[in-house]
């Protein structure tokens, strides 16, 4: 069965529907803690399709590297995976927290506790990831927005000067400061990159992540850009910074994002850097995504597939994202929660028994996708679009896209980006395509979701070397 349950694939990061308990990454620890101390090492990421889990296990003590693992279920707070095609037919059962899995594992029948802690290992094989010492200074800073607190990291370069400072916006989903995903952390490696060429840099933890107060699937737009300008004002206001030289630099949704916060902010913000970001309407974006990413995924999966199978499949699911879409500009939110269960009624018919998810569980389920997928920020997304202020940016702008990017294809939103910089008159616009970079601008081999994590690249060195040409050239420091 190609159906998949609610895939819908946001501008940037994963779409798995995540908890309290976020299961992603890498973990360490042993089966039978105090009995056996049979050590284990289990990776999880997300599958091809970029709605589901997938992962490995390591037992070293037999020489099993790389198992692969199998029939992923997680509700947000309980996960439960096999090791397939093994006798016995061993299983995990257990509960996830920000920084442990715990829970029993089973062999024919025996069962055993088994305990996983976070492994922070895997970020030594990010070879951008700076270690301090750093060559210039941290602050932490904190501030209102609002009714809420944001928190973030400041960082500056030696020497008493006033420069030219940056706001980084991260992208859809909650992310923190650093926007982390999958091991890797964009912002940080942006920040080091820039504060080393001379530049202040503010990022930020998206609200209710680290330091962060509040509830980011509960924030619009409009409180988005709120939190946008508050740090604007922050960084204006600090003795380092020239605060005739603040601007904006949005990754995807924080590209959708930048625009709206430069126009309103009353001249406060002098430029904007645009990564990865749509220059279409979200839900345009959104049956891109949907067409590519899962041709993709599906082709990879079984490339015996007919090309009539994949289209009816992608045809479903725009079904799908048209009757969710026609809802949310009615503003019916009751009515889009009653298309998510009755998409996920319909594919749990169609699934094997032993698949099938019934009673509380089904309704746990439906519950986590319907609130993931009619929350005020998904809304936002899927119905805002940046035309109208795109074609009203006349500040120094510089658009840069990836060639291989299924989340906000290049294709789509590079001639409409050039299109509404030209009708606003911006003559001081740059808008530049990489070839062979994802939509983490990571150089990839097809652009899908599934890669992120395994390539050891954050970020590729010739976007840093462009966006720092740029800013010396636009805004240098003196």
């Keep these: 069965m190609y159906r998949r349950i609610v895939p819908l694939l946001l501008a940037l990061v994963t779409t798995v529907a995540l908890g309290q308990g976020d299961p992603l990454g890498a973990w360490r620890g042993a089966l039978g803690p105090g009995l056996i101390d049979l050590e284990i090492r289990v990776a999880i990421t997300v599958d091809e399709a970029g709605t589901g889990l997938s992962g490995t296990i390591d037992i070293p003590a037999q020489g099993l590297v790389g198992y692969p693992l199998a029939e992923f279920v997680f509700d947000g707070t309980e996960i439960a995976f096999v090791m397939p095609d093994v006798p016995g037919d061993p299983a995990f059962a257990g509960s996830v927290t920000a920084d442990r899995i715990e829970g029993t594992f089973t062999q024919g029948g025996q069962p055993l506790p088994f305990v996983l802690e976070r492994d922070a290992e895997p970020t030594a094989l990010r070879p951008q990831e700076p270690v301090p010492p750093f060559p210039y200074l941290e602050e932490e800073v904190s501030f209102a927005s609002g009714d809420v607190t944001l928190a973030g990291t400041l960082t500056l370069p030696p020497g008493d000067a006033r420069v030219p400072a940056l706001l980084l916006i991260t992208g859809s989903g909650a992310q923190d400061r650093n926007q982390e995903i999958l091991g890797h952390k964009p912002f940080l490696v942006i920040a080091d990159h820039l504060t080393r060429a001379?530049?202040?840099?503010?990022?930020?933890?998206?609200?209710?992540?680290?330091?962060?107060?509040?509830?980011?699937?509960?924030?619009?737009?409009?409180?988005?850009?709120?939190?946008?300008?508050?740090?604007?004002?922050?960084?204006?206001?600090?003795?380092?910074?020239?605060?005739?030289?603040?601007?904006?630099?949005?990754?995807?949704?924080?590209?959708?994002?930048?625009?709206?916060?430069?126009?309103?902010?009353?001249?406060?913000?002098?430029?904007?850097?645009?990564?990865?970001?749509?220059?279409?309407?979200?839900?345009?974006?959104?049956?891109?995504?949907?067409?590519?990413?899962?041709?993709?995924?599906?082709?990879?999966?079984?490339?015996?597939?007919?090309?009539?199978?994949?289209?009816?499949?992608?045809?479903?699911?725009?079904?799908?994202?048209?009757?969710?879409?026609?809802?949310?500009?009615?503003?019916?939110?009751?009515?889009?929660?009653?298309?998510?269960?009755?998409?996920?009624?319909?594919?749990?018919?169609?699934?094997?028994?032993?698949?099938?998810?019934?009673?509380?569980?089904?309704?746990?389920?439906?519950?986590?996708?319907?609130?993931?997928?009619?929350?005020?920020?998904?809304?936002?997304?899927?119905?805002?679009?940046?035309?109208?202020?795109?074609?009203?940016?006349?500040?120094?702008?510089?658009?840069?896209?990836?060639?291989?990017?299924?989340?906000?294809?290049?294709?789509?939103?590079e001639g409409p980006m050039r299109e509404a910089l030209a009708a606003a008159g911006n003559t001081s616009a740059g808008v530049v395509t990489f070839s062979g970079l994802n939509h983490l601008l990571q150089p990839a081999r097809t652009g899908g979701v599934e890669e992120y994590g395994a390539i050891e690249i954050t970020i590729d060195p010739s976007v840093l070397e462009t966006i720092t040409r740029w800013l010396r050239a636009w805004f240098p420091v003196r």
Excluded at 362 to 378: D, H, M, N, R, Y
Aim: proline fraction near 5%; glycine fraction near 8%; aromatic fraction near 6%.
């Design 198 to 413: 001379g530049y202040a840099v503010l990022r930020l933890d998206d609200r209710g992540v680290g330091g962060s107060t509040g509830s980011d699937a509960d924030a619009a737009f409009d409180d988005l850009v709120g939190d946008v300008l508050a740090g604007v004002d922050l960084l204006r206001a600090h003795p380092r910074v020239d605060a005739a030289r603040v601007g904006l630099l949005g990754h995807s949704q924080g590209g959708f994002l930048a625009p709206v916060a430069a126009l309103e902010s009353d001249g406060n913000v002098a430029f904007t850097i645009l990564l990865a970001a749509p220059a279409l309407d979200g839900f345009s974006v959104l049956v891109a995504q949907n067409e590519r990413i899962l041709e993709v995924s599906m082709r990879a999966a079984d490339p015996t597939l007919s090309d009539e199978v994949i289209a009816e499949v992608i045809a479903d699911q725009l079904a799908f994202l048209e009757a969710l879409y026609e809802r949310f500009l009615a503003e019916d939110v009751p009515g889009a929660q009653a298309v998510v269960r009755d998409r996920i009624e319909s594919e749990m018919a169609e699934m094997p028994d032993e698949q099938r998810m019934e009673g509380e569980a089904l309704e746990s389920f439906i519950a986590l996708q319907q609130e993931g997928v009619t929350s005020p920020a998904f809304r936002s997304f899927v119905t805002f679009d940046p035309q109208p202020y795109l074609r009203r940016l006349t500040i120094p702008t510089l658009a840069i896209f990836g060639d291989l990017d299924l989340q906000v294809p290049s294709d789509q939103s």
